[in-house]
Structures are given as structure tokens and as C-alpha cells.
């Protein structure tokens, strides 16, 4: 039986950058269109080789903002994708849209070509936040969107979220949320407000304009809580959807599914190797027309990376992982791995469910990056005890703990926080 692949297409053209945007993207280079979609269309056209022994059961047009590159543009490269013979009749293809660019007509011409699913960029329900970070829509644009979506055909909708925001109230948060949940998508992410070195926001950092760590983990809380009461189950840290609605692309990431990139910055990891091209458009289009190198970095993903990026991914999804997948994947033994769980457990942050899974709970999502941190350290101690072999590999590694005093001080805060409830 083929194996299954998710491809990955990279669309880095915005009308305009958003504040806190750390994607690569351009905004303005609209020239530089044709000549990319020529080199996309060579590219995927080169793979179909490479494609032979998969089964293509998704495929994720990101960026970028693929909604303003143009439904034709769109249409013709999953056409050269289809004619690889390789991609399921029932594949999902999802298609991100912004609301400012997502219009009727174009949404129809790519739901007739066989786009079923689409993730909207909404953000936030106040105008005036929205103008602040840098989107070009209100709220009255998104609604329209989803109105134009629905009468395209689309019956599979995500709308994206940010909390976190400069200014956002917990009050502005629940205005968002329930605006959102009235649009009725069968997906909502819900994702906190990160500050990169280099974007414009980033002056935030520190602000007394952004709310406190404190108050976005409210806000995280509540979204949980409100989405679980409208029929949104929590299956990653940040994605909730309606039963069978969960984003199968996705998945395929957090359950290390082969995915395969094109495209300025794409990335791909498949056959036991990780690679990406560069970030440069220019040099992307020459590398490819032009049968020069494209690809940025390269690597072999090893054994042990493997088995470490199965805790970190599983970890993230309400799934979470099990001893029987971890031996399995591993090769080693898990009982490391669990007792610190339990101890997890014990703080109320990690779930062991009766078929086995061990998953956190929206308190241990909240501290996830130090959680994971701790368990990847449990593993490296642990394995090289029963897989001597292994040992200078593990000793090579940074090594990841939770800092001095950390753990009480989130203590203290979650039984604050249940105290207030």
C-alpha cells in the first residue's frame, strides 16, 4: 500500500505586511507573479517522479495570502498536481484566505476544481485592535466572506484567532470568540500573540499595552471552556473543530506524516530527510527555470530525532502518546517519559485516559513549551540507560529543564487561578 504525503504550497504574496508577521511574505511584488507561478508549475511538474509511491490525501495552499495570487493561478497549480495521478480523489485542499480578498466569484471557480476547505484570517472582532496590528479587513468583510464561502459551496471552514493582542480586554476576547462561534465555522484556531525580532510589533515586547501572561492564560482558559459548551472539541493546543472537521493537514504534521513543499521557504520532510528552499522568491525562480540549486538546508533526520519530535508533536495534540507507540517508533523504554507524567499529573497539568493515551490538559497546554522540555530531558535520561548505543548522540544534544523555582511558581498560579473560579 502507497504511503500517504501532504504537499505544501507556498503562496508569500500579501497586498500588504501584517505587524506581527514573521512568515516569509511581500507585500508589493505583484511582477513577480507570473514568473513564480511558471517556476511552481516546473516544480511540481519535476516531482511527479518523486510521487510515485504516495497517495497525496491533502494538499494546503498557505502564505502569504493565496486568496490575493489569484484563482486562476490557484486552479492551474492543483490541475499540475492532479496530473501527477497521485493525489486522492477525496484529499483535502484547503486554501488560505484573508477576508479583504476572498470574493465570490473567485470562490466558486476553486470550489468547482476541487477546493473543499478554507482557512480564514479574521483575528479579532474589534475594528480598531484590527487596524492596530496591521489587517486590512473589519469585521463586516469577514462576515461577508464566510456568507460569500457558504454560497461557493464550502461546508468545511476554519476562522483564524489571535488573542494576546495590544490592548485586548478578556471582554474584547469572549466579543470575539462568540462572533466567531455565530458564524458557525466547523474549525476555530485560537492562537496567543508571539513577538518576532525583525516584524513591527515587536516593540511590544514588555508593553504594558499587551495583556499580562496572567490574563492571556485567562483568555486561553476561556476560550477552551466556551468552545467545548458550542460543540468545538480541543484535538491541539490550538485548534478545536466539530467532530470530524479536525484539519487532516495539520495531523499529518503532529503524527509525523511525510509533507512535501514547493515554493520560496517551503519546507518538506519526507523519506527520512528534511529540507527547505530559500527565501528568496528571485532565487527560488532562477533555481528552478533556471535548473540551479534551490534548496536551502539540508538534513537526515536520525532515529533519535525522531522518537523526540514524536513527544514534542503527540504532545501537542489532545491524542498525546502512548508507551505502545513510543516503543514502537523508539525502540526504547517509555517508563521514564511516564513517571515524569504522572508527576504532571499530579499538578493537574497531564491526563492519562483509560485506553492508555497520556495527553495535558488545558492548564499543562498552557506551559506545554516547558512541560515538553522536561519529558525530552525524562527520554534522554532514560534511553541512553537502556541504549548504551545512543549515548554520545544524547550527550551531543542541549539538554532542556524546567529553570529553578519555575514549577512552584506555576503551581501557585493555577491554584490562584482555580481559586478565583
Not at 83 to 111: F, H, I, Q, W, Y
Not at 221 to 241: I, K, M, P, R, T
Request: charged content about 25%.
Amino acid at each position: 500500500m502507497d504511503r500517504s504525503l501532504g504537499i505544501y504550497i507556498h503562496i508569500p504574496f500579501c497586498a500588504s505586511k501584517c505587524g506581527y508577521c514573521d512568515f516569509y511574505s511581500l507585500a508589493g511584488c505583484d511582477r513577480l507573479m507570473p514568473k513564480y507561478q511558471d517556476a511552481l508549475v516546473a516544480h511540481i511538474r519535476e516531482s511527479y517522479g518523486a510521487l510515485k509511491s504516495y497517495e497525496v490525501d491533502t494538499v494546503y495552499f498557505g502564505g502569504g495570502t493565496p486568496s490575493y495570487y489569484g484563482a486562476s493561478r490557484l486552479a492551474e497549480l492543483w490541475t499540475e498536481l492532479k496530473n501527477s495521478g497521485r493525489v486522492r480523489r477525496d484529499a483535502e485542499v484547503t486554501l488560505e484566505a484573508n477576508p479583504d480578498s476572498a470574493r465570490l466569484k473567485d470562490l466558486k471557480l476553486l470550489r468547482r476544481e476541487g477546493f473543499n476547505r478554507i482557512s480564514l484570517g479574521a483575528q479579532c472582532a474589534n475594528n480598531d485592535i484590527l487596524k492596530l496590528i496591521g489587517r486590512r479587513h473589519n469585521w463586516l468583510q469577514v462576515e461577508q466572506a464566510v456568507r460569500a464561502a457558504r454560497e461557493a459551496g464550502f461546508d468545511n471552514l476554519n476562522i483564524d484567532l489571535i488573542y494576546g493582542l495590544p490592548s485586548q480586554t478578556k471582554s474584547d476576547w469572549e466579543d470575539t470568540l462568540m462572533r466567531a462561534i455565530d458564524l458557525r465555522p466547523e474549525h476555530i484556531s485560537c492562537y496567543g500573540l508571539t513577538l518576532e525580532k525583525g516584524t513591527p510589533m515587536y516593540k511590544y515586547l514588555g508593553s504594558p499595552f499587551l495583556p499580562s501572561d496572567d490574563e492571556q492564560a485567562d483568555m486561553y482558559l476561556y476560550a477552551v471552556d466556551a468552545l467545548a459548551h458550542y460543540g468545538y472539541a480541543q484535538y491541539e493546543v490550538s485548534n478545536f473543530a466539530i467532530k470530524g472537521y479536525e484539519s487532516r493537514h495539520n495531523l499529518g504534521y503532529w503524527t509525523l506524516k511525510d509533507y512535501l513543499g514547493f515554493g520560496a521557504a517551503a519546507h518538506s520532510c519526507v523519506g527520512g530527510a528534511r529540507f527547505s528552499y530559500a527565501r528568496d522568491v528571485d532565487a527560488y525562480i532562477v533555481g528552478v527555470l533556471g535548473d540551479q540549486k534551490i534548496v536551502d538546508e539540508y538534513e537526515r533526520v536520525s532515529s533519535l530525532e525522531r522518537s523526540s519530535e514524536y513527544l514534542m508533536l503527540g504532545m501537542r495534540t489532545v491524542r498525546g502518546v502512548t508507551a505502545e507507540e513510543y516503543t514502537r517508533i523508539c525502540m526504547a523504554d517509555f517508563r521514564p517519559i511516564e513517571d515524569t507524567l504522572r508527576l504532571f499529573a499530579q499538578k493537574g497539568w497531564a491526563v492519562r485516559e483509560e485506553a492508555g493515551n497520556w495527553h495535558f490538559t488545558p492548564s499543562g497546554f498552557l506551559l506545554s513549551n516547558l512541560l515538553i522540555g522536561a519529558l525530552l530531558e525524562s527520554q534522554s535520561s532514560g534511553r541512553v540507560a537502556v541504549t548504551p548505543w545512543m549515548k554520545e548522540a544524547f550527550d551531543a544534544e542541549e539538554k532542556t529543564e524546567l529553570p529553578p523555582g519555575e514549577e512552584e511558581l506555576f503551581r501557585e498560579m493555577y491554584e490562584k487561578r482555580r481559586g478565583r473560579k
